[in-house]
């Protein structure tokens, strides 16, 4: 036998050794972290508390889906949070069925006013947190995942945000406004977007309706501005419109469909008059990950305030201005509520995983009725300062698309790199198993793929034993 007999036989085996054991460390994080997790609601936790709140702030927490199947661990509530960040009540979606919680809206009488999924329709209700009782609820069959809908006209009315509305016979979008009358029990006035004649069916890039798209417009916010004026967000159009109830004309439109300078794929916009009457818009620009406000001055839309921007937020859905001029914003991937002032320091903050799309103060005269950023002398760009960082992302702890634009800024790559971790950011959150840290999720899907090139490496080094093998049984 040769002398040289070992080192052949031990390199391949040495080489398989040490693959196995960057494995096995990156998976060790995730493996501690599955057997160490209990469910519980201490997920629920306050951050900065700088100024206590004038108030409950209630949130809507969306909940994540996983793997094809509901909730689970991911779960959708409603969480009352007190003025100082102690948990008041908890709500939870599973009691009734409701598989994804939305917009929140906050009732004269303490009560509030919530949007749901569930098993396919769209189910809104006045809920009493006191008593945890569903006061009346409505369930509109057939329109499917609606994320806003609000209580108007001395709460007779539902005005509903109808997306995702697909008729399968025609094949055709059939994306709407509807409003609903509760005693007549039928709906009693609608604006289809199709009739909107500003636009085209191929508007919303991957969503566009031509060809059919089961979520063309994806409408997901609502709200009476005035007699007979609706302020509507259409997501994938990167726009908000004002239309109107009698002639159903556009009576403003601020954005524009790809012009992801002024707004892309926003969230929640809210309407204000400043002192001298300007109109203004509030937005979650969500995709650019920052909150933006924009004044109409002669005629032409003017941004006044950003706030934020990717190393600040992520992804949020949310912002209502309350009446000491400091802004409620739900930053739904970094999974907290905050209250920041103009300037972007943090007086209040929220932790409250999973997927927070909105939230309210409760017993506000209006959701969002606070002075303008013009009218309080502090137009601007500002960053956001002052987080309890519990979460990487929030604070000096780096999440993982962070680190990865940081380490390659500046090379040829960076813009790759930077598209990449992007989408890291907005998709990641929804696939991580609610046990697993964003950094061992991480370890976990790079011991994904050594693994997967560990195997494909054997298969290539064995490539000759392997079709030997398959001749043999061939023949």
């Known amino acids: 036998m040769p002398n040289d007999w070992k080192p052949h036989l031990s390199r391949p085996w040495l080489v398989r050794g040490v693959v196995l054991l960057v494995i096995l460390s990156l998976l060790a994080p995730s493996a ?27 949130i809507s927490i969306q909940g994540f889906k996983f793997a094809g199947q509901a909730n689970g661990k991911k779960p959708a509530r409603i969480v009352g949070v007190g003025p100082r960040g102690d948990v008041e009540w908890v709500h939870e979606g599973a009691d009734l069925d409701v598989t994804w919680f939305y917009d929140v809206d906050s009732l004269d009488n303490g009560n509030v006013f919530v949007s749901g999924t569930a098993n396919g329709a769209s189910t809104v209700y006045e809920y009493n947190p006191e008593t945890d009782e569903i006061v009346w609820k409505q369930r509109f069959e057939g329109v499917h995942d609606t994320h806003d809908a609000d209580l108007i006209n001395n709460e007779s009315e539902i005005l509903v945000a109808n ?244 380490a390659f800024a500046g090379t040829p790559v960076t813009q790759q790199v930077d598209w990449f971790a992007n989408r890291w950011s907005k998709i990641a959150p929804w696939v991580r198993p609610v046990w697993m840290g964003p950094w061992d999720f991480v370890g976990a899907v790079l011991a994904a793929i050594v693994l997967l090139g560990w195997l494909l490496s054997e298969v290539v080094y064995n490539r000759q034993r392997i079709a030997g093998g398959v001749k043999s049984r061939l023949a």
């Not at 949020?316 to 209250?339: C, H």
């Not at 506000?364 to 137009?379: K, W, Y």
């Open 163 to 406: 997306m995702r509305n697909y008729n399968t016979t025609s094949e055709e979008n059939e994306d709407r406004i509807f409003i609903y009358d509760r005693e007549a029990d039928e709906i009693t006035w609608e604006w289809q977007f199709e009739d909107n004649t500003n636009w085209t069916e191929d508007m919303g890039g991957d969503y566009a309706a031509e060809p059919p798209s089961n979520d063309w417009t994806h409408v997901n916010d609502v709200d009476k501005i005035a007699d007979g004026q609706y302020l509507i967000s259409p997501r994938n159009m990167d726009q908000v419109l004002v239309i109107n109830r009698s002639t159903k004309n556009v009576d403003m439109q601020l954005g524009s469909d790809n012009n992801y300078d002024v707004m892309h794929e926003q969230h929640n916009p809210d309407f204000h008059l400043s002192e001298n009457g300007t109109p203004t818009i509030t937005v979650a620009d969500s995709e650019n990950d920052r909150i933006v406000e924009y004044a109409k001055r002669d005629g032409e839309w003017k941004q006044t305030w950003e706030l934020g921007g990717s190393q600040d937020f992520n992804w949020p859905r949310d912002a209502d201005r309350l009446p000491n001029g400091n802004t409620l914003i739900t930053d739904s991937n970094n999974q907290r509520v905050l209250e920041v002032t103009p300037e972007g320091e943090i007086v209040w903050e929220f932790y409250a995983p999973w997927a927070p799309y909105d939230s309210t103060r409760m017993q506000l005269d209006e959701e969002s009725s606070g002075p303008t950023i013009a009218d309080q002398n502090a137009e601007g760009e500002y960053s956001i300062s002052g987080s309890a960082g519990l979460i990487p992302g929030t604070g000096d702890r780096l999440t993982f698309s962070q680190w990865l634009s940081g």
């Open 32 to 58: 501690v972290s599955a057997l160490t997790y209990e469910p519980s609601n201490t997920d629920l936790q306050k951050g900065t508390i700088e100024d206590p709140a004038n108030g409950t702030t209630v």
